[in-house]
């Protein structure tokens, strides 16, 4: 999850260094890492597990995003509702539809050994490709992509 968010918040973050303002995101990214600290340190103490820190520190990352493309469209007119529709939506739909499709496959394929965990890998990574082609990409990307693999494996 944790990488799924920085995966998204990385370009929004090249968006802001274009602008050329780092102050304002650096004190406002820096305040919720920082938060990260004191209730961890109170959850350990609570007694808590060391997969705690890591859950809090997860819990932080969607407000850090959502803080920076704040930012990103104070500064630069950045168009929110149209990062969410051509990015966030794809990309639920592709996580979405691909981890019910695995989750379902394991369960109705309950079997033990390695050939069966290679088929649910397998599936997994086909179920997974499909739903980015299909979900994940618009037409004319996905056209791109295709022609530029057409290219490539005919060398």
Wanted: aromatic share 14%; proline share 4%.
């Amino acid at each position: 999850i944790q990488s799924l968010f920085f995966a998204i918040d990385g370009p929004v973050g090249m968006g802001l260094h274009a602008v050329g303002r780092m102050k304002v995101p650096n004190l406002i990214s820096g305040f919720f890492y920082l938060c990260v600290f004191p209730l961890t340190y109170v959850s350990f103490r609570l007694g808590a597990g060391p997969v705690t820190g890591y859950s809090i520190y997860i819990l932080f990352t969607p407000f850090i995003l959502i803080s920076d493309l704040l930012i990103l469209r104070h500064y630069s007119g950045f168009s929110i509702k149209r990062f969410l529709l051509e990015v966030i939506k794809p990309l639920l739909l592709v996580v979405l539809f691909s981890s019910v499709l695995s989750y379902l496959f394991v369960h109705i394929v309950d079997r033990e050994g390695l050939l069966w965990f290679l088929v649910r890998c397998v599936f997994s990574l086909l179920s997974t490709v499909f739903a980015i082609c299909y979900l994940g990409m618009s037409k004319d990307i996905r056209k791109r992509v295709l022609a530029t693999l057409g290219a490539k494996l005919s060398r």
